[in-house]
């Protein structure tokens, strides 16, 4: 089983990226499924979540507004479209499931499965 994070890179403050999470190995098709970050010396921190159908969708407030979860449930694939990039977005982006959805859950919670981490540098 694999979650495979992509599409981070270096974006000027103002600018937009589109992050993708892939799923394979087995099928998350009834699970919740999220964003997390981390930036250099701060603890992994919840960015974004969505349920088995788009009736569950939430955000943390830092980004409510900017950013905009979605997934491809045939696909296996999450996203997340990045808008109006701040410097303090800047981190590495991990993607994560859970049997459970959670609207504003914390790292500890019983995340099944994490992706390696793609990495978004807003400059100034």
């Known amino acids: 089983v694999q979650l495979q994070a992509s599409g981070g890179g270096l974006v000027q403050a103002g600018g937009s990226l589109r992050l993708s999470c892939a799923a394979s190995?087995?099928?998350?098709?009834?699970?919740?499924m999220y964003w997390f970050r981390q930036a250099p010396g701060k603890e992994r921190e919840f960015v974004a979540g969505i349920g088995r159908t788009t009736s569950f969708i939430f955000y943390s407030d830092s980004v409510k507004g900017r950013f905009t979860i979605s997934r491809d449930r045939a696909k296996n694939t999450m996203y997340l479209q990045m808008d109006s990039l701040k410097p303090e977005d800047t981190a590495v982006y991990y993607c994560s499931v859970s049997r459970n959805v959670y609207a504003a859950p914390k790292e500890s919670f019983d995340f099944e499965y994490w992706g390696q981490g793609t990495l978004v540098t807003v400059s100034s």
């Open positions: 190995g087995r099928s998350f098709y009834n699970y919740g």
